[in-house]
């Protein structure tokens, strides 16, 4: 059957419809139940992609003929293997195939490579044949070794088809029975297949039934036959019988079921007659006479299958069945166990092992009652409650006893477990060092070790596995590491989880390069013989992830489809695809990731939440919140498939904060935090919450949690930040330093954060007085990060230098960038502060050469024209300062600067005249939008202005009570005891006046205006 058959569409170079057919089949075949379905249905998928992709190589301008040139010759090769494969007695003959590899195409040094390859292409529409012929082709070509080489021209899907099929144990069919016209032999095994396919996945509904009878006639109509085509139309029938039996509304009568059961019997017995040592004509004879009860009969031919057979998987299962029925539960339980054992994850051999173990369970129960100091009952029974995931039960159990001796090795190991499965891995860890330190104690007998020892002995990487995976769910990351590496690079049975969990590790510790070799090495080294597919899907999975990590865009996606071609119903791949597609900002591309997964789960809660990602990317935040409320109210812990619930609440508590719904925000953080108390970031999410509603206590209290869970320098910052505004200088110093000790420097972004960190605590540093050290470590910074880094860092120290009374520093440190510097808005800002400082130290030819660099570099920036009038004023330039403060009202109407132009033309003209009634009524600032220290001092000097000294005075007794300005970086409103100072040295209350400029100075520091208004007075007085 070709590609486009298995596909079930029309040859087709339309990619889209590969892919959509490609999914369509994907929900009808599932990896874990048809393996050779699955990977029949990959291959042909690539195959079909591959065809598409070598026909968009062509030219667009060629034809179709041209077309046809291009095709690779048919050659002498090609006629052979049609030749053999079309030969069906001698296709499946291992020596037949032999023979034509002694061809010296395939033995010359010079074309052997050609016609492997010419042989790998012909196998791609041509695989129907034994399982040792693959064997011969693995084995004579070396595939294994040459599988590199091999896929830069074949996908990688296909040679790890033709690897897997070869080290199978057991044929899917039974090719050398087949008989009669071979033109339609592959018509047959197809059909024959795909029958069995139905009968094993569909559900069993009333249409699946006639579906599958369908395909039964049309196998019977082809012109061969196969006595497995006549077993399984009686095995169908059976199964037909069977589900007429359980029907809930008409079930059939035991009795009819009965007659039915011994027609089939009699018609297996005779192709029996002819094939007595055919094993699927046993096995279903013996799962026959199981449904007629008859129990020892069926179970002698079971047991006869697999003494010739043992690895002969239905038959134990029916074997088992068998022992349950006739109540011989220890043995049904084995079986079971055995069969878990081989096939790790299968969950229709684990719900059978749970069925039998509740059968078991009270038998046990009993059993432990009336033995209650035999510990091996009770190791037997709590480890029956452990496979039935009734962990609580099983921990009571071992509650009651203290294991001793050989006891301790299943004892640690198991309730180790069952702590873990509970979520007690602290309870777990200590149980897993004690069964590692057991096992490092084993000695050898004389004769060396028991075969119980060695047993005992091989468990020790799995050991290791347990404890790696207890730090790794404590977060102890490099712990976990360390006792990763045992189970990684030792073979052993469970070396898988080991394997995985490396991946996991690696990824968590950032190690995004280690964990791409170590996907890398796993994909190198699949296990073809077992064909566990979890181990390659997890592979692939972390790979994009590593690559998203490092912005390897493109092999991300490669990833991620590899993921999911190998199994499709799993969330990780797709997610990472729509995240990759989201970081390029291809949102559409994204939705069409989601509507993939959606085809298998319609209703995803995973996918609902990366929609409304999608959507808060593309500025649709209203719509985001909803879809996430809906989430959020419907979610169900064991029904979702969503990865990371908190990260689903830290989304819509965001969204919340976004929206101002502050309230909402906070309630469903502290949801996170009471779900895991050690959520990574939750408690700083809390802290920035409580900090928007001026909650600042509940803020404190929520970073310092946090640090507990995650000490980072950020969550330091912000506590120094509070008690900054606090005005608790030494609490602020105090986390300020925590912070700036354990600050990374990674990039720049974090060395950004680490100077405005310095720079606050420089402020810190003034307001305690210790001056030098506040002025030091600035230049410090500039000295060791520079400019660039934080335009900020000289702006502060040129105004620490000039407090600290140091102006000449001051000077140099900003006239020198301001005149030669490279960043235009630095020089602005370097001249626009050394203007006022110079203007404060009367260096007025300073003052007025930077105001003039200043204008010419932004001409139309307000500031510089307010601050300007204000030294003007100091300098006694009264004037002048009427022209800077009017084109600051021309050019600001929504900052008020009328108080200080009223000021400058009181001080020019001696008067108010009638001409400024406009600046009158503008300079007062209603009741509601006085918020600042600031707006209490502009209104202070309109009252000042007009000889309201009353008001004056309460306006400015109002500003040095309030709280300071977040930003300002004095210790108390200076401005505000500078104006109370004038107030009352107009007033005449020198006392006053001199006590108002000695709090201006302790606020601010040295500051020349300041001083010499207060010596003034202080020498007149």
Known sequence: MNIWTILGIGQTDDKGAIKQAYRERLKSVNPEEDADGFMELRNAYEEAIASCERQEALPEDMDDEASEGLQPPRTELTDKLEQLYNDYPNRIRVDAWRELFREDAFVSLDTEAEALEELLVFMMGHYRMPDAVFREIVDRFDIALRKEDLLVKFPEDYISYILGVAARKQDGFAYEYLTGDYTYADDYIEQYMKIERMDKQDEPTPENRTALHKELERLKQLPLTHPHGD?????????????????????????????????????????????????????IKSEMLYRLERYEEAKQVAEEILAENPDYEDAQYCLGDIYYAMGDLEKAKDIFEELMHNNYGDMAYLTRLQQVNEAIIDKWKQDVAEHPDDHQKKLDLAWCYYQNQREPEALEVFDTFEPEGDEIFFYCNAKGRCYLATGQTEKALPLFLRWKKAIEDIQPEEGGYTEEQNKRRKRYPYAHTLIASCYYNLKEYEKAKEYIQLPVETEHEEQITGLILNLRILYELQEYGNCMKACDAMLEHIDYESMVYEDEYWAHCYRAKCCYMLDYLQECIYSAEKAIRIYPYGVEPYIQEILTFQQAEQYEDAENVMAQYREFRPESDAMDYYEALNLRAQEKSEEALKLLEKVEANYKADESDLPNYEDLLLELADLYDEANRNEESIAVYKKVASINPKNPDVFGYLGYMYRKVHETDLAIKAYEDQICVRPHAAYYTNLGFIYWERRDYEKALENFEQSLAIAPERSDRDIRRKTEVIRFKSRVLLCLNRITEGCQIL?????????????????????????????????????????????????????????????????????????????????????????????????????????????????????????????????????????????????????????????????????????????????????????????????????????????????????????????????HGHCYVYEKRLQDLLENS
């Open 231 to 283: 077993v399984l139309e009686i095995y169908v029938q059976m199964r037909d019988t069977h589900l007429q039996e359980k029907d809930v509304e008409q079930p059939l009568p035991r009795a009819e079921a009965e007659a039915v059961y011994e027609t089939l019997l009699s018609r297996i017995d005779a192709k029996l007659a002819r094939y007595p040592k055919d094993e699927m004509t046993q096995f």
């Open 779 to 1003: 230049l410090d910074a500039i000295h060791k990060y520079g400019d660039d880094m934080d335009p900020q860092l000289r702006i502060e120290a040129g105004l620490a230098l000039t407090r600290a009374d140091r102006y000449p520093e001051a000077e140099q440190l900003l006239e020198s960038y301001a005149e030669e510097g490279t960043d235009e808005s630095l020089r602005f800002d370097c001249a626009s502060l050394l203007m006022e400082l110079a203007g404060e130290e009367d260096d007025t030819l300073m003052m007025d050469q930077m105001y003039q660099l200043g204008i010419k570099l932004k001409p139309d920036n307000t500031s510089i024209y307010s601050k300007y009038g204000r030294v003007l004023i100091m300098s006694g330039r009264y004037a002048d300062a009427v022209d800077a403060y009017k084109k600051a009202v021309n050019l600001n109407k929504e900052t008020n600067y009328y108080g200080e132009l009223l000021q400058a033309l009181y001080l020019r003209d001696g008067e108010i005249k009638s001409e400024y009634a406009e600046y009158l009524s503008k300079a007062v600032i209603p009741e509601e939008d006085r918020k600042t220290p600031l707006d209490y001092i502009k209104l202070a000097r309109y009252c000042r202005v007009i000889g309201d000294y009353a008001d004056a005075e309460k306006y400015l007794k109002q500003a040095v009570s309030m709280k300071v300005c977040s930003s300002c970086g004095y210790h108390g409103c200076e401005e505000g005891y500078y104006e109370l100072g004038i107030l009352y040295e107009v007033m005449g209350e020198r006392k006053m006046a001199i006590e108002a400029y000695e709090k201006a100075i302790e606020a």
